[in-house]
């Protein structure tokens, strides 16, 4: 389960963070990084996308703060368009590209590394883990959002009844708290803090049938995608509807040495 990032557009940049700014400020908020972020806070925002998290971060604390952010992603398009966002804005942050499974970041850098909704496409979440891990200082704070299985997955399966649930929401490593704190107490953090959160966001239909269809090429094609439509669209009708998802809001500590 993981479109093409390399071929995003605004379009999709947005419908994106439509879902992905849902938990992001409860992540914010879980790291303390809000309300008031601690002094000399310097934050990864890894797998940024386009940057919703550090941007809805700035847009809390405003200049009040000498926080400084690096955004960083595997993806050109999600640095340039992070980069811009940055640039607009005037804030104190940098975007690079960054590849979370090799961080060319030092030992102990940064005193919070983030992730918002990108630990579940790294390949390897162990090693992304392992990577935020080596990079905070010591007493350093990881926060990571991880979606649940989503709200949709019920009515793709009533017109798609052999479409299997992917894996990563039921046997992958973010699939449960157990294994979410089991992955994090391997790598070596402390103070692990799982909360599941349920968050809301709206959609419109033509967004949603696209934003699916991206999602699930192989199966959203033909009669398939016209009947996903026409369930959604007599479930939800024709205008704005809101959809429900579930998110882990994960937090850690590295122990002080
Ligand atoms: C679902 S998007 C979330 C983006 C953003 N964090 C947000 O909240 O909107 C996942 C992001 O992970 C990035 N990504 C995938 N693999 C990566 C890797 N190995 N290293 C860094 N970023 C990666 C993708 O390019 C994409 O921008």
Not at 73 to 100: F, H, L, Q, T
Not at 107 to 116: D, P, Q, V, W
Not at 155 to 168: G, H, R, W, Y
Request: negative net charge; glycine residues 8%.
């Amino acid at each position: 389960m993981k479109p093409d990032y390399s071929k995003f557009t605004v379009q999709d940049v947005t419908k994106m963070e439509d879902i992905t700014g849902g938990p992001a400020k409860a992540l914010l908020v879980q790291s303390e990084l809000l309300p008031t972020p601690p002094k000399g806070a310097i934050v990864l925002d890894n797998a940024c996308g386009a940057g919703i998290l550090t941007s809805l971060l700035f847009e809390a604390v405003g200049q009040t703060s000498d926080v400084r952010v690096v955004c960083g992603d595997i993806e050109e398009y999600m640095v340039n368009s992070a980069a811009e966002r940055i640039k607009a804005n005037g804030w104190s942050a940098e975007a690079v590209v960054v590849d979370a499974q090799a961080i060319q970041f030092p030992e102990g850098h940064f005193t919070h590394a983030l992730i918002n909704f990108g630990i579940q496409v790294i390949p390897d979440n162990a090693l992304a883990v392992q990577e935020l891990f080596r990079v905070l200082k010591p007493g350093g704070t990881l926060g990571m959002t991880a979606g649940t299985t989503p709200h949709w997955l019920a009515s793709l399966q009533a017109v798609v009844p052999d479409f299997a649930t992917p894996p990563i929401f039921t046997t992958g490593p973010m699939a449960s708290k157990e294994s979410i704190t089991g992955l994090l107490a391997g790598a070596g953090f402390a103070r692990i803090n799982v909360q599941l959160v349920t968050f809301h966001y709206k959609d419109t239909m033509p967004a949603h049938i696209r934003y699916m269809k991206q999602m699930f090429p192989q199966v959203l094609v033909g009669e398939a995608a016209e009947k996903y439509e026409a369930h959604m669209r007599a479930k939800h009708g024709e205008g704005d509807f809101t959809l429900p998802w579930g998110a882990y809001v994960i937090t850690a500590g590295k122990p002080t040495l």
